[in-house]
């Protein structure tokens, strides 16, 4: 089916391991984010991306890379797992970030649970 | 003052009531408004966007007033089905959408 998904749903790691979450979508939307989201705190922004090779830091970047060699795909790097980054998180993407809003909706993955021990 | 703030709630309202839910933004320039409604652990998911001239979708109501920065959506017979957390949502143009932290919603027979 056509979509955004996310993988692994699941992942338990040990701090000071790398980790990459898995992001994939089907629509060609220019844009993608990941986002953490913690009890208290909502969904914050970690990185956004507006076209392939293209990326921006958004509102908590440290600790995680991410890359986007192509446009359907933008995994999440952990470099050195803390067992702050223990979280959900989200992948997105929308079509645009201006102009008509049908356009911004941005379409969310059903998420990676990430615990480190 | 946090970009977007909404009041976390809970709300806890019978089957049928009528519910209304506010949320305030900071940046006047902000372009584009939304309501995505997300489950327990599940991931958030488009409810409805808000236009300038207000917009209804069955039960459900927003409206916008970019004098007062101010957003609300109004839930009319409140259905079981309905409890979840309200996430307000708005952007400006050429940034990453801002989300609020939620209004959760418990509705009770």
């Known amino acids: 089916d056509a979509g955004i998904t996310q993988s692994p749903r699941y992942k338990i790691t040990e701090t000071g391991r790398q980790v990459t979450l898995m992001c994939h979508q089907t629509?060609?939307?220019?844009?993608m984010f990941w986002y953490r989201q913690d009890l208290g705190h909502g969904l914050r922004l970690i990185y956004y991306s507006a076209a392939a090779d293209i990326t921006d830091k958004g509102e908590v970047p440290d600790g995680y890379v991410v890359s986007r060699s192509k446009t359907e795909n933008f995994p999440l790097t952990l470099e050195s797992a803390t067992r702050s980054q223990t979280s959900v998180y989200f992948c997105?993407?929308?079509?645009?970030?201006?102009?008509?809003?049908?356009?911004?909706?941005?379409?969310f993955g059903a998420g990676t649970r990430l615990s480190v021990l | 003052r946090k970009e977007v703030e909404q009041d976390p709630g809970p709300f806890n309202v019978p089957e049928g009531a009528t519910v209304a839910f506010n949320c305030t933004y900071s940046?006047?320039?902000?372009?584009?408004f939304f309501w995505y409604r997300q489950d327990c652990r599940k991931e958030p998911k488009l409810l409805m966007s808000?236009?300038?001239s207000g917009n209804e979708d069955g039960r459900f109501t927003a409206q916008l007033n970019r004098a007062s920065q101010y957003i609300s959506l109004l839930i009319r017979d409140s259905k079981l089905s309905d409890s979840a957390t309200y996430l307000c949502v708005v952007n400006q143009a050429g940034t990453a959408l801002i989300f609020g932290k939620g209004t959760t919603l418990s509705v009770s027979s």
């Open positions: 629509w060609s939307h220019s844009y």
């Open positions: 940046n006047s320039a902000s372009q584009s």
């Open positions: 808000v236009y300038s």
């Open positions: 997105a993407s929308s079509e645009r970030l201006a102009g008509d809003i049908a356009k911004n909706i941005q379409y």
